[in-house]
């Protein structure tokens, strides 16, 4: 438990420090060549209820795959709704507690990522809201979209070692998360 937290906070500071490469302008072809993929290196429960994420994935088409080097004008529609359809996200404002509940309920169930909750959430919250990058967009928000590859980021970070696939290539998957990959494009 003290292990986790403290490998939790050490790979937040890590994280913290690479923070200023903005994660959106990352080379998408270079994160994503990889020989494994992140849901083999460690599997994670499900942030935001299944029936919620289902029925958000029949709403809205996937976007294309962006193009290399060009931003995105707006963030994923899918996780938009996922967070509305939740409560968390509201008037363009992210809330903490409500993202906390649903999360603690998900994440929550599994006894070795359950300690792992809090923290996440809440460094992630923070990290999310304070990034001034997303706050503008011209149709879906990037906040939820942001906030939920964050959660994955930092859990895969931590995973409990019974739940990790020992293997030099996952450990090469925590490197290019800390050099800014997002977790959608290593999954
Ligand atoms: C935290 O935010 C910064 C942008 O301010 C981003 O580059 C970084 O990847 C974020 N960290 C995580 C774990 O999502
Ligand atoms: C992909 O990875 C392989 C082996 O790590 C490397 O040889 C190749 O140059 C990489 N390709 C790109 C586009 O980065
Ligand atoms: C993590 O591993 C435990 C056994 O150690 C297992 O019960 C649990 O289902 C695993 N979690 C996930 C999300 O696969
Ligand atoms: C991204 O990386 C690929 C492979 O190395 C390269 O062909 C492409 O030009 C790069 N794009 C940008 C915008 O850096
Ligand atoms: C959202 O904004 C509208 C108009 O600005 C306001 O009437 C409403 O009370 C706000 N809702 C919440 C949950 O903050
Ligand atoms: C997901 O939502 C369904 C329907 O509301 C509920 O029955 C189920 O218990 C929820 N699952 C979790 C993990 O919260
Ligand atoms: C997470 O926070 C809640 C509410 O503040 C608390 O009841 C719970 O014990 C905390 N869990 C852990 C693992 O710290």
Avoid at 67 to 75: I, L, Q
Avoid at 102 to 119: A, D, K, M, R
Avoid at 133 to 143: D, E, K, P, R, T
Avoid at 156 to 173: A, G, Q, R, Y
Wanted: a negative charge; hydrophobic letters at 35%; aromatic letters at 8%.
């Amino acid at each position: 438990m003290a292990n986790k937290l403290l490998a939790l906070c050490f790979s937040s500071i890590v994280l913290f420090a690479l923070s200023v490469t903005d994660v959106l302008m990352m080379n998408e072809s270079l994160c994503r060549n990889n020989t494994v993929l992140a849901r083999n290196c460690c599997r994670l429960p499900g942030i935001i209820n299944q029936s919620i994420v289902d029925d958000c994935d029949d709403k809205f088409p996937h976007h294309a795959p962006a193009k290399p080097g060009v931003k995105r004008a707006e963030g994923s529609c899918v996780v938009d709704c996922m967070y509305k359809t939740i409560g968390a996200f509201q008037n363009g404002t992210l809330d903490l507690d409500i993202t906390l509940q649903h999360i603690s309920q998900t994440v929550g169930q599994y006894p070795n990522f359950e300690p792992l909750v809090n923290e996440t959430v809440s460094w992630c919250y923070r990290n999310v809201t304070e990034n001034p990058a997303l706050q503008n967009s011209v149709g879906c928000s990037f906040i939820p979209q942001e906030m939920n590859d964050c959660v994955k980021k930092m859990l895969f970070m931590s995973c409990p070692p019974s739940n990790w696939t020992t293997k030099v290539e996952c450990d090469d998957l925590k490197g290019k998360i800390v050099e800014g990959c997002s977790y959608s494009s290593l999954y």
